[in-house]
């Protein structure tokens, strides 16, 4: 496959995509990364493969092909054609990319930042993971020389939205709560699996509209992504004397320890179906 600059998707960040986790050569998830970039590629008008198993086969031959194990994997779906300035020789509608990267080695914790009207939660694109990822690449790489490793975005609304890549949660006692999608966050795969398979005795895990006080008053605060699976937050930028800075994070351990059991139950049965080259 030859990628060219005469391909839309490449100039003006028409596609969409996933990250996803291999453990020991099983892609976690893969159910819900598929329906997601159906979604959005529907959404965005991107043209998508039909069926999920010719995709999955391809991936599958690409983590053997690396020896990728135990790694991240990106996959892409670009337009090829449309708009003003598609080039010409356009044969495909559309192009798959993806590549595996060694997973990253993340700090035990998380200092994060604050952005107002970072997100715009009323937007008809809101929640779409798509490739114009600039603002959120900026956002992260300016966080890092600020010292910081994250930044909370909020919406129109000074909701608490998501970070540039992770969902954002709270614990107040036992209760366990996440901007809901109608903040504009993006519907994280680990987020999903938190809400939906885990549970834990005496903790209620929910999501609800949460504002810069609902910050200031947790007792603990996490991020979920992918790669990150579920991270402690010790410190926000602009907060002062939060109960979470304190360090106790039981909770979040918690719901780690119980995330990494439905990765391991996934990967169990998942493990004799994948396809050899």
Partial sequence: MNLGAGQVGLLAGWGIFSTLRVYDGV???????????????ARMRVPFPATSEELLHDLNRLIEANQAWNSTLRVVVIRNQGGLYTGPGQTRDYDCVAFTVDSVAWPATMKLGMIPNGRYAASEFAGTKYTSWSENLMRYERAHEQGLDEVILFNERSEVCECTSANVFSVHG???????????????????????????????????VLLKADLESAD??????TTREVLPVTFIEGLRGAAFMRGGHAVCAQLHAAFRVQVEIYVRAHRLNISTV
């Fill in 27 to 41: 892609m976690f998830a893969w159910e819900r990364h598929w329906d997601r970039m159906k979604r959005d590629a």
């Fill in 220 to 225: 603990e605060i996490f991020i979920t992504s």
């Fill in 174 to 208: 036992r209760k366990v709560s996440t901007p809901p999608l109608s903040s504009g966050c993006l519907p994280g795969v680990t987020r999903a699996v938190l809400l939906e398979e885990v549970a834990l005795p005496d903790v209620e895990i929910r999501e609800r």
